[in-house]
């Protein structure tokens, strides 16, 4: 079982839905879903009732079970078997579905997330027409510290935090390459729109970037070890490594249209990544990043596929007068 966060309050919002599903409410039961969903990790419902009883003696055993398989019910709790001959509950309050990394040492947890994972479930299941509810992933074996001895940065840090941090990283990497990708562009492109186009692309591509920069600086102000905690969110073929493939395709030499053709792709791919995860994901800070992120990307999209048309119906323009010119001389 881990350890009780910071002063996390369920909002009264939340609290409100959970009033909708549940029917008739008590103060005890109240008691019992704040003190749930105040803890981080996974609990057996004997913890939660050795945490109930420090808060209210008089409630029993069975009103923390029932309220449990109520939580469980509507959602607020999350079953996981770890193997051990009983359950363990974690909430699902700002709390990402994730899968586990088991140690069967110190019986210890640790929580992380894999797109790639979730993508090849998704994949195999609609290969074999099955309709997937829910798919759990654990890992078991023995943890770092039980291997070595060593202390490690595991402990500590929420889930939420952890999710926010990763999903920062990646549009920073993703904004970075962006900007990277645009300030190349514009300096090869000839025609004078376009330029101006990727020369603003650029431009915001930056100023997103110090946004961003400056949100993860006030992430890592909530928890200062944060940086050297084990990463949560782990992605392969991220969408930064789209606009480092464009940038190497520009630096082979592309006129202007190529160019702006290069960019929409590349944004486009963007776009689809972060709203493609960004939807997958639970309400979280991580998700509303994605969300965000994938808004800006489909705003650039937009941008260069007007830039696009215009340039086109330009050059369509300059050849029709050519050839209208070479129609006078003939
Ligand atoms: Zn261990
Ligand atoms: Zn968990």
Known sequence: MGATSTDMEPTTAYLNT???????RSGKRDLI?????RQEGHLSADDLVDLIKREDQKISRATVYRTLQWMVDAGVARKVDFGEGRFRFEHSYRHPRHFHLICKSCNQSAEFLSSDIE??????????SFSARQ???QIYGTCERCRTGRQT???GGTTELLFA???LRIAIATERSGFEFYTRAAKMTKDGRGRGVFRRLAAE?????????????ALLAEDPQLESRPTFLFFKGAAHGLFAAGAEQLAKGVNDRQALMIGIRCERGSHRFFKRYGERFEDSEGKRIFLEFADEERAHLELLIREYRSLTSRQRGRRAARGDRRLARA
């Open 165 to 167: 941090r990763d999903a």
């Open 205 to 217: 591509e930056g100023e997103h970037l110090s946004k961003l920069e400056s949100r993860y600086r």
């Open 153 to 155: 940065s595991a402990e």
């Open 135 to 137: 798919s759990v992933v």
């Open 33 to 37: 879903v704040n003190v749930f969903l």
């Open 119 to 128: 993508a090849l479930i998704e994949e195999i299941a609609t290969a074999r």
């Open 18 to 24: 959970l009033r909708a599903a549940g029917g008739k």
